[in-house]
């Protein structure tokens, strides 16, 4: 429905960009500066969740420009509004490559606004870094994918819940939002699973529309397969807006996390602000960072975030750990390069290793994901997580899975002389297509 | 020398026989020292059942108290103590006594972790604890607990207490509580018949689960009593299940008729296609959420009223933003359908983006009052309050506005602008402030549907735009113009939808629908109860 006035959206937010962009422009000669280009959605939809990153990255450029800034001018941020309305992204993408002139663009939530903005990042040569967790089976060679990659982040989450310590599940609900996402990711855990042994008869997986409200069969549905005797637990990829209420309808039909426990990919920090946590202790969450996790780093992190957004009450989250290292890592690829130029850059951010909020290093790998440990949280009644498990180590992002049929024998590797983000090693050809 | 020896040991025995329960408690202290010592899960939960395996009633409040996360371990000397957050600081509790011990900052103590498993284990434990508990609701929950997961070693401990339980209600509960643990204990094969015989008779979805097992690794005739009693639970549970759907497709419709109510009286009764009507929705939401805020705040005793008191504020916020946008927008725009379409949603955009840049993008907290949470159980129908009340509620704003419309000089001058404008205004009424009024008033419902709403949806700027199409389908299906109409729609769409949805599933669901809908628009274009007479060919 959304699609059919996208164009009077687009009218409006010409006006809001417009205002947007007034203020985001201070008075200096161009010369003098470096741009970095914000592409995140400050209406629509997806303002819910884009918007902090905006703020984020102002931070950021903020912070480095009170160090000096780079390459001994001072960096300006270009904000941009694409308004939740995909087309418009890719506009407005050309917009900042081509008019503004911006060294690189931090941007994109939705995997459908990345897919609409490839062809202008490849087609002008310059370099997006996105900041979200998504279901890979993607690496191009302008892209830099600073969220988790499904092994970074599903794969983990459901090995915590097989484990002794997660309940020894035995029986699974793969609930999820209708779109790419989703789906991707439970075709994934599917193969996973059933390559773990896990009877199909064991595995339920649903689907419900964008920003659903009305959770009352599909929890009665979870209640009625949780009751065969064995061990259950939901993992879910239920999208933003359609959380609250889910969470709501569990709590409501008094699901417990002891007996089913939820295990969300896409419910963070922010999410849980609209919802009074005290029904959902102990249900699951699986990122790569937390706002609980107990670092220096992360403390001057959520110190300096309050100070700069004003406001003592609003939570950090992973998506904005994604934008910390992918800044920090562009910042030192460029000072290493001693260019902004794109082509160098990217060059010479393979290799690269910055410190993570969560008291290690990450490092940008030849297939343009990065290293990240993967945490498992449970929900407090405070609104924040606990960290019960982490990996031990640092998981690789790993672009094609290897659970997929299509995707299990293609490779990426962005460095001469390979340089190709979808190599298939059985036919030693460059050019295979996965799962998307 | 040996005889003062013998003295002192003498006294000791004295001593310790004269107080039992000091002796025990410094060894339940040295078991809850513990804690302090063990890292990780697993040693808690070693720590957990050594606790539990000494049966003192005493442990109960270490054990609660850890299973909520409250038991903490100071750093400087070790010790345990049960803690309440209160600001920066945590008063300390000794975990035994409960006596207060003063006072730490956050950073000298550090919170034992639990997790779910380690949650069940203390919920297990406490079922085995609290059985003689006085409160009737905390043995209930204890035999709920033993049910749900049965051990050979509960039967013991159920014995004695169904035998001092005088509670007819608990009593028997404690009854399927053993007899689930007789399932898995090695009891001779009569035992087990009764048990399952016992168990078969609760027909519910626990006992199924617990069943299930049961014939999958039993022989004989146990085996043949555990299928028996499946399959008669499942098909008494398929009749409850038709009668569940049928209940969600009610709630989902008291929904929908809510959502849309106010859009009956805007849209079908003075026919403006009112695209903002959802911002309306979220404004009434977003005025719970100032109400809760301000309660918080300065009257936290009053949180359970505090729906009760948004409700005519809501009314009043949305019903004048709504004689705003009447006065300012619409009443220049009457017979343009095409511009009112445009010019209302370019008024939603920007209520929209002036909520988000008043409150923020992020999603407001709006809890729920004691009496909308939880569920209660009508035979195995779970029925959840929230829902209930706003079945009721939907119901009484119908009523209240079926009157209105039908019984006061207001509505029968509404009903007389609407049916032919120019002999309204000939006969002296007021045609724009009609008008103006009856805008105010379908907002001014839309802006209490959102206090309804704001207890099951998120409260975020774009709350309207999710219940925006859902209405304009009602008020179409129903019959433009036409109340019952609307009542009647709202009512079937929730129930085709949430009948199709086990088997469709929602998304597909949806579409059938919408596809539905669309044939039956084809067949009859003005809706259900279609409005005859002259207002229908205006």
Known sequence: MRGNFATITKMFSAGVVAAGLSMSSPAKAAEDTIKVGILHSLSGTMAISETTLKDAMLMLIEEQNAKGGLLGKKLEAVVVDPASNW???????????????????????????????????????????????????????????????????????????????????????????????????NKILEAYLKAKGVAAEDIMVNYTPFGFSDWQTEVSAIKKFGSAGKKTAVVSTVNGDANVPFYKELGNQGIKAEDIPVMAFSVGEEELAGLDTAPLVGHLAAWNYFESVDTPENKKFIADWHKFIKNDKRTTNDPMEAHYIGFNMWVKAVEKAGTTDPDKVIDAMVGVSVPNLTGGYSTMMPNHHITKPVLIGEIQADGQFETVSQTPGLVMGDEWSDYLPDSKDLISDWRAPLSCGNFNVATGRCGGKGTN | MILLRALGLMLVFLMASLLPSNAAESDLRAIIAKFATGTGFAATET???????????????????????????????????????????????????????????????????????????????????????????????????????????????????????TDAKVKALFEQARAASILVSDKPEADKLAAIALIGARGDRDALSLLTPVEANAQGAVKDAATAAIASINSSLALWDAGQNIWYGISLGSVLLLAAIGLAITFGVMGVINMAHGEMVMLGAYTTFVVQQVIRTSFPGLFDWSLVIALPLAFLVAASVGLIIERGVIRFLYGRPLETLLATWGVSLVLQQAVRSIFGPTNQEVGNPSWMSGSFDVGQLAITWNRLWILVFALTVFGVLLYVMKRTPWGLQMRAVTANRRMAASMGIRTPWVDALTFALGSGIAGIAGVALSQIDNVSPNLGRGYIIDSFMVVVFGGVGNLWGTLVGAFSLGIVNKVLEPYAGAVLGKIVVLVLIILFIQKRPRGLFALKGRAAEA
């Open chain 2, 47 to 165: 720590v957990v059942r050594e606790l539990a395996a000494t049966g003192d009633p005493l442990v109960e409040r270490p054990l609660a108290a850890l299973a909520e996360g409250n038991l903490y371990i100071r750093k400087a000397d070790s010790a345990v103590f049960v803690g309440n957050e209160a600001g920066d600081s945590v008063t300390l509790l000794d975990p035994l006594s409960g006596e207060s011990a003063g006072e730490a900052a956050k950073a000298d103590i550090t919170k034992i972790k639990v997790n779910n498993t380690l949650r069940r284990v203390i919920r297990d434990a406490l079922g085995t604890l609290t059985l003689r508990a006085k409160d009737p609701a905390v043995r209930i929950a204890a035999a709920d607990t033993m049910f749900k997961t049965p051990d050979a070693a509960n039967i013991e401990p159920l014995d004695a207490a169904i035998a001092a339980e």
């Open chain 1, 87 to 185: 087309p418009l992204f890719a506009e407005k993408a050309r917009e900042l490559i081509s008019k503004d002139k911006v060294a690189a663009v931090f941007g994109c939530w939705t995997s459908v606004s990345r897919k609409s903005v490839l062809p202008v990042f490849s087609e002008l040569d310059n370099i997006l870094f996105y900041p979200v967790q998504y279901e890979a089976e993607e690496s191009e060679r302008n892209v830099f994918y600073t969220g988790a990659a499904p092994n970074q982040q599903a794969i983990p989450a459901v090995d915590y819940l097989m484990s002794e310590d997660g309940g020894s599940v035995k029986r699974w609900v793969l609930e999820g939002t209708d779109y790419v996402y989703p789906r991707t990711t």
